[in-house]
T-cell receptor, first 111, second 114 residues
Framework: QQQVKQSPQSLIVQKGGISIINCAYE??????FPWYQQFPGKGPALLIA???DVSEKKEGRFTISFNKSAKQFSLHIMDSQPGDSATYFC??????????WGAGTKLIIKP | NAGVTQTPKFQVLKTGQSMTLQCAQD?????MSWYRQDPGMGLRLIHY???????DQGEVPNGYNVSRSTTEDFPLRLLSAAPSQTSVYFC?????????????FGPGTRLTVT
C-alpha cells in the first residue's frame, strides 16, 4: 500500500516553542522523503528533504528525523516563529518523480 | 525566470462546461505534473509527463486530459466539468534526472463548478 500518514492535522504552538509533525509510511522501497511548506494562496515549496541513508538532516531551525526501522520521519521546527505559520506536507517517493503526499498539517504559531 | 506560471487564477464553470487550465515553465524541466488539492486530502496527482510527447495517468485522472507538445507547456483539460472537480489545481515541474528531485509549483488555479 503506497500511503503516507501524516499527523496531526492541525497544530498550535507558542512562539519560541518546538513544532513537531510526524509521518509514517509503509512502502520500504521509498528512497526520498521531502517536506513542503505552503503559505495561503501559494503553491507548496520544498523546505527540506532526506534520504534513508541518514537519520537526521538539519537546515537552520528545521530538522528531519528519520527512523528507517519504524518507517517514520518527522519535521522539527525549533524556536517556532509566527512566520512559520503555514501548511506542511510530508511526502515520499521511489523514483523521485511520483511523490506520495501526506494529508498536510496546518501549523499556527501564536505570538 | 518566471518559474511555473498558471492561468487563470480563478475560474467558475457550470456543470458540463469544458475548459483548459494553462501551465508553463521556463526552467527547461523534463518532468511536469498536475495535482488537485482538496481540504484534508493533501495533493493528489492527476496526470504527469516525463518529456514532450509523453504523458501518463496519476492517481485521479478521470475527467481530465493532458498533452505535452513542447517542453514548456502542459495544459490540463476538463472535458465536462462536474461539481466534484471543484478544487485548487497546481502544476509543478522538476528536473527529470540527477540528484535534484525538487518540484517547483505554480501559484494554483481555484476552480468552482456550480
Amino acid at each position: 500500500q503506497q500511503q503516507v500518514k501524516q499527523s496531526p492535522q492541525s497544530l498550535i504552538v507558542q512562539k519560541g516553542g518546538i513544532s513537531i509533525i510526524n509521518c509514517a509510511y509503509e512502502n520500504t522501497a521509498f528512497d526520498y522523503f521531502p517536506w513542503y511548506q505552503q503559505f495561503p494562496g501559494k503553491g507548496p515549496a520544498l523546505l527540506i528533504a532526506i534520504r534513508p541513508d541518514v537519520s537526521e538532516k538539519k537546515e537552520g531551525r528545521f530538522t528531519i528525523s528519520f527512523n528507517k526501522s519504524a518507517k517514520q520521519f518527522s519535521l522539527h521546527i525549533m524556536d517556532s516563529q509566527p512566520g512559520d505559520s503555514a501548511t506542511y506536507f510530508c511526502a515520499a517517493s521511489t523514483l523521485g518523480y511520483q511523490l506520495i503526499w501526506g494529508a498536510g498539517t496546518k501549523l499556527i504559531i501564536k505570538p | 525566470n518566471a518559474g511555473v506560471t498558471q492561468t487563470p487564477k480563478f475560474q467558475v464553470l457550470k456543470t458540463g462546461q469544458s475548459m483548459t487550465l494553462q501551465c508553463a515553465q521556463d526552467m527547461n524541466h523534463e518532468y511536469m505534473s498536475w495535482y488537485r488539492q482538496d481540504p484534508g486530502m493533501g495533493l493528489r496527482l492527476i496526470h504527469y509527463s516525463v518529456g514532450a510527447g509523453i504523458t501518463d495517468q496519476g492517481e485521479v485522472p478521470n475527467g481530465y486530459n493532458v498533452s505535452r507538445s513542447t517542453t514548456e507547456d502542459f495544459p490540463l483539460r476538463l472535458l465536462s466539468a462536474a461539481p466534484s472537480q471543484t478544487s485548487v489545481y497546481f502544476c509543478a515541474s522538476s528536473y527529470g534526472t540527477g540528484s535534484s528531485y525538487e518540484q517547483y509549483f505554480g501559484p494554483g488555479t481555484r476552480l468552482t463548478v456550480t
